[in-house]
């Protein structure tokens, strides 16, 4: 990890509610692991005072890029909403634990929602650089919010999408379409993030299946860097619970870990 000043390169809307930023980074860009992310001084003031942290939405390291999908809802955001090409952001990370493939898997199944997209679309980069396949099922309210789509077919993953305003995306139609999917298509393993009920989702299915599982949580995070204990959350691990810093300890879980979710 490391601290650098990283030029914007682009900064545009994807919808009412989203923007991508893509930064020149060279000195990081080859560091970035799906699942891992960045803090981000969000002003050029004493307030906000803290960084935000934003998953890692794609890394380019032949290109020195980082880039990030946020939602624009607060100061912090706003501010970085804002920043225009050529204007430098100041970057701390990669920070935390990504994602990891096993040797022999064939084929994965990612899930996710709102922001949770973007965190898992470099897996399907990771997926395709190993040789095993992706299956995505993408929920979003409207077909204006699904984010990641093209994003996750440029690395090869087949992609599903379940929407509110048509009803697909209810809890018991994507367990339905999971389930039929893992059985049909013979998954190996199972990823999601962010969102409580589909994690909770996922954990049923690996339950039934014995199929693995891994999450990436997301938590109001001080500092980071595991110093300020305001992420710490409870866990099942090595046969008891425990309490552990999402930050430092992940954010990249065993789905099978996580409780209360």
Not at 89 to 100: A, C, E, I, T, Y
Not at 150 to 160: H, S
Not at 172 to 193: G, H, K, M, Y
């Amino acid at each position: 990890m490391m601290q650098v000043q990283a030029i914007v390169l682009g900064n545009d809307w994807v919808n009412r509610r989203y923007k991508h930023m893509s930064v020149y980074a060279p000195q990081v860009a080859g560091l970035c692991q799906a699942g891992q992310f960045f803090h981000i001084r969000c002003s050029d003031d004493v307030t906000p005072l803290l960084r935000r942290p934003m998953s890692i939405y794609r890394y380019e390291p032949e290109r020195g890029e980082v880039h990030f999908l946020y939602h624009v809802k607060g100061q912090g955001t706003q501010w970085l909403a804002a920043r225009k090409p050529g204007d430098a952001v100041d970057l701390f990370g990669p920070l935390g634990r990504g994602f990891w493939i096993r040797p022999g898997w064939r084929r994965i199944l990612v899930l996710a929602r709102g922001v949770g997209l973007a965190t898992l679309a470099p897996v399907a980069r990771m997926a395709q650089e190993q040789g095993i396949g992706t299956i995505a099922v993408l929920s979003a309210r409207t077909a204006e919010d699904v984010l990641s789509k093209d994003e996750m077919e440029r690395f090869g993953a087949r992609v599903m999408v379940v929407l509110d305003e048509d009803g697909t995306s209810e809890v018991a139609a994507v367990e339905r379409l999971v389930r039929e999917v893992v059985e049909r298509e013979r998954v190996d393993a199972l990823f999601t993030c962010g969102s409580r009920r589909l994690t909770r989702l996922l954990q049923r299915v690996a339950r039934d299946t014995g199929l693995p599982g891994q999450v990436a949580l997301e938590e109001n995070m001080g500092c980071g860097l595991g110093m300020c204990f305001c992420c710490v959350r409870p866990f099942w691990r090595g046969g008891e619970r425990v309490n552990l810093r999402v930050c430092a300890d992940g954010p990249v879980f065993d789905l099978s870990e996580v409780l209360e979710a």
